[in-house]
């Protein structure tokens, strides 16, 4: 069998992701044996032959030209592209202050070598490109990840469900920190496959892994007015990872 | 006259020699204050006054995900190695075992599901009676005497009252035969009724659907789809089937989990194409099977009245509102 030949690479963001698959240290020989690694500049020497890739695996938001330019190549070149991460999927942690004016927020960092920053609102990869498959996560998690790489071997994308993080959660067992804490839970707006990891450990979802399918965005923020939040602080805890709320998922 | 009473100070001895027939488990609380079903090593663990637990005692018999199947080129599909260890689950109320005995008619009247009639097997239930609490309503559905159970314990003001309804039971009862006295039983209670049980009632043997009632639309305004309802009904068994290839590129595991029918992709099937594309189509199809019921169960009511599901939902829905909005329409 041919092995696949797959790309890693990141955009405007943390290398948190790509650091996602490093950690993997258990399988990492195997998915060395596995496929045949094109581009990955986070995790090997050598330069780019710029042939053709079967898929590529890329973190970070859109931010600037070069991002958009790095971008456009990778999908030109590859046969299936894959949004690693919060930030390529929905705009990220980059993107949550995208409603003020950038060149206010460029000034506030830089101050007056803000002119030569040429960056734009940082924005998730389905507004400029056809987008095959996603890995949420702020990191995503190794076992999605390894499972996508799993099935990538016969060609194919896995199916995860499409529940959110309280399905999880409730099948823990945990206390839940919106009914009966009264906290500014995302729990039941986030996609799952985290196994609950913070409402586990007794800390309410922040929603890092973006909008559940169908996600009832009415009801939820209705539900925490009525337990004393303010729309502000509604709004501003669902902006932290996704900037764009209303739109519906692009990929489900 | 009652053969088996066990005195309140001989309990902990009781429950200590259980471990004796399989492994214990019971209500107890979590670090965070949560009741749960769980494996007890001491007496003192026990919390025998719960009101209610989490999730229900179907997760011993229908975990929340578990490897249904193994591939690998060389033997096929093969089934996951028996491993069950013989479970005593104590403390379960009338509901809960009401809603065991409509799982076992699920998965092993007809066909009986492999994994399922394993754990059942090595399952003894010793069941407890209840207080009512604010949300549950057993006696609505008539689901208050207790059934299938293999040891059922009745409390008294002093003590605690035992029967055997199985030979399981009656073996761990002659065990431990030194810890009873004789007593007069007390009388054991039926549950007070709410003027809803007729509509109920009423309703199964019409098949009544509700189709005009305002309550869709606003249960599907309200809706988070969190799935909290089915994962802590002790009657839903709805899974979703998937499977999952290795790294190594060869062997692959087929997983079952808990599905909710009020996720969008429980209707959904190859092709994209969703049988119940609405949550208002959803909430319809939920109370039809559960209070309606469907092929071998239709006319039977799998909801027991635990109350886990208006307790459990972020946003209060109750689907007892449809009973009690017709109840009182009727009267107005």
Redesign the interface.
């Known amino acids: ?1 041919k092995k696949p030949v797959i790309a890693i690479a990141g955009l405007t963001a943390c290398s948190g992701c790509q650091l996602t698959l490093l950690n993997c240290e258990a ?1 990492l020989p ?2 060395a044996e ?1 496929f045949e690694f094109a581009w990955f500049p986070m995790g090997t020497t050598g330069g780019d032959d710029c042939a053709a890739i079967d898929v590529a695996i890329v973190e970070g938001a859109v931010s600037t030209p070069d991002d958009l330019e790095t971008l456009l190549r990778l999908r030109s070149r590859s046969r299936l592209l894959v949004a690693f991460g919060t930030c390529a999927l929905w705009g990220g942690i980059a993107a949550m202050k995208n409603h003020e004016p950038r060149t206010a927020l460029t000034e506030a960092v830089y101050g007056e070598m803000a002119v030569n920053i040429r960056t734009f609102n940082p924005a998730p990869f389905h507004q400029f490109i056809k987008v095959d498959f996603a890995i949420p996560g702020c990191p995503p998690e190794k076992h999605e990840l ?2 996508t ?3 990538l ?2 060609g194919t994308f ?2 995860f ?4 993080v ?2 999880e959660c ?2 823990r ?4 920190l ?2 009966e804490d009264n906290e500014i839970c995302l ?3 986030i996609q799952a496959g985290c196994n609950a990891r913070c409402p586990a450990v ?1 800390i309410k979802c922040e929603g890092c892994r973006g909008p ?3 996600a ?1 965005v ?3 923020t ?2 925490l007015l009525r337990k004393g939040f303010t729309r502000e602080e509604i709004e501003s805890r669902m902006r932290r990872f996704c900037p764009e709320w209303d739109l519906s998922s692009p990929l489900l | 006259m009652a053969r088996n009473f066990l005195q309140d100070e001989l309990l902990p001895a009781f429950v200590d020699n259980l471990a004796a027939f399989g492994e214990l488990h019971g209500p107890k609380l ?1 670090d ?3 009741t ?1 079903f769980g494996r007890v090593v001491t007496h003192a663990e026990l919390r025998l006054d719960y009101r209610s637990t ?2 229900p005692p179907k997760k011993y018999l229908l975990p ?2 578990e490897t249904t199947l193994a591939y690998s080129p060389e033997s096929g599909y093969r089934q996951p190695a028996a491993t069950e260890k013989n479970i005593i689950l104590l403390g379960v109320h009338p509901c809960d075992l009401a809603g065991i005995a409509y799982l076992d008619r699920v998965f092993m009247y007809d066909a009986a599901d492999h994994l399922y009639s394993r754990r059942r097997e090595a399952l003894t239930l010793i069941g407890l009676s209840c207080e009512p609490d604010d949300f549950c309503f057993c006696g609505d559905v008539n689901a208050d005497l207790p059934v299938g159970f293999d040891i059922f314990i009745q409390r008294a003001d002093d003590g605690f009252c035992l029967d055997t309804g199985s030979d399981k039971g009656a073996a761990i009862i002659a065990g431990l035969s030194r810890l009873f006295m004789e007593r007069e039983r007390p009388p054991s209670r039926m549950r007070n009724c709410s003027p809803i049980k007729d509509a109920i009632q009423r309703a199964v043997k019409t098949q009544e659907t509700f189709e005009g009632s305002p309550l869709w639309d606003d249960f599907a ?8 309802c089915s ?2 009904c002790p009657t839903c068994y709805c899974f ?1 089937v ?1 499977e ?6 060869a062997t692959a595991e087929r997983i079952r ?2 599905d ?1 029918c009020l ?3 429980h209707g959904e099937v190859a092709g994209g194409h969703n049988f119940r594309k609405s ?1 208002q189509e959803r909430f319809r199809y939920r109370f039809q099977h559960k209070y309606l019921g469907f092929g071998p169960t239709r006319g039977r009511t799998s909801c027991v009245g635990c109350g886990r599901c208006r307790e ?1 939902c ?2 209060g829905i109750d689907m007892l509102e449809l009973f009690r909005l017709k109840v009182e329409g009727k009267a107005g």
């Open positions: 069998m399988e195997e998915v596995r390894l499972t790489l799993a099935s071997l016969k896995p199916v469900p499409q529940y959110p309280c399905t409730r099948n067992e945990n206390r839940c919106l009914i729990g039941p707006l007794g559940v399918t169908e009832n009415a009801a939820e209705e539900l | 979590t965070d204050g949560v749960v989490l999730l929340p995900r305004a309200r809706c988070l789809s969190c799935g909290a994962l802590c979703d998937r999952y290839g290795n790294l190594d590129g989990e808990w909710n996720f969008k992709a949550r459990v972020p946003v």
